[in-house]
């Protein structure tokens, strides 16, 4: 059994409940149909892949697959079901809330009491501990349910744990992996589970779900959550980073930079790097991050669309700056290289 109470959980977001607390998915009908066809036949598959951007709702549909795999242990019982919704008051939704159930297992990157921070990965202790998990009896006797959340947080060893469990694994267990960047798997793990890609959501979707969020409609009026919601690119959490960052005014100014690549901007750039070197700027940082990888991912598109043959190093570049991301957050590194460095990079890339 997983218990709630602790230290601080890494996949937490400030300002929004926790995607096991939220009971409704906007957005991603035909991934929530894919996975409740699967289910209602009888041949669920054991391991499924959900990726897609950061915060369009990849954690929201992994636990609600997770509850309705708890409500109904029996696929012949849901053949009514429209969708994966269980109801509030349900016991499988109020103990997923709470981590309450013993045959559910969430896997993600851990607490470091010494450090008073979380890890920078998943370790692989805690994938182990899936091996006794899988090896006892269901506490219910129906369905185990594994999340890891997020999958790009499993370094080679963690993977190659994991892997041993996807490749034999018991009778009526579910493996949900969250994943924004797929590629940076281990090719077996990915083989080994079924793909659903979710795509970002429209701009009135995330100003439906910033609407319903208490916090965020006390502290911004209307006007202010449209225009994150029009700038987020289809993600709620880079509309919430919008919000409590002035984040409108950095997205032009990165913009700017990026839209006259390969030439560089020396002057704006140092001065972008100071400002998201500064002491409270870790969210700002993190929008940084984000937009470079929308910067990618757009150029891929219209290459891909035009038959570029050399796509490979523009997912390579952003897996990388993903990862060195990640290591200045763990280490507290000094955030300036790392944003000139990354300018200097896709201005090479333009260049080809």
Known sequence: MI??????????RDGCPHPRETARLVGHRDAEQALLSAFRSGRMHHAWLITGPE?????????RMARFAFAYSDPAAAQGALDLAVAEDDPAFRRVARLAHPDLLLLRRGWNADRKTHYGDIRVDDVRRATSFFGSTTGEGGWRVAIV??????????????????EEPPARTIFLLVAATPRALPAPVRSRCRTLALQALGST???????????????HDVDERAT???????????ALSLLRTDGA???????????HLPAVDVKASHALAEDLARKGAEERFSLFVGLVGD????RVRV?????????????ETWEKTARAAREVEIFNLDRRPFVLETLTELSGLARR
């Open 3 to 12: 218990e709630a109470d602790g230290p601080p959980e890494a996949d937490r």
């Open 295 to 298: 910067w990618l991912h757009d």
């Open 249 to 259: 005014a950095l997205r032009r100014a990165v913009a700017g930079l990026l839209d």
């Open 228 to 238: 994150a919601a029009e700038l987020a690119d289809g993600s709620v959490a880079r």
């Open 303 to 315: 290459r891909a669309l035009s038959g570029e043959p050399r796509l490979a190093r523009f997912a």
């Open 55 to 63: 915060g369009v709702g990849k954690a929201t549909l992994a636990y």
């Open 205 to 219: 979707d995330v100003e439906e779900i910033l609407n319903g969020l208490p916090e965020v409609a006390d502290a």
């Open 149 to 166: 959340d997020a999958a790009d947080d499993l370094n080679g060893a963690s993977a190659n744990a994991l892997l041993k469990s996807l």
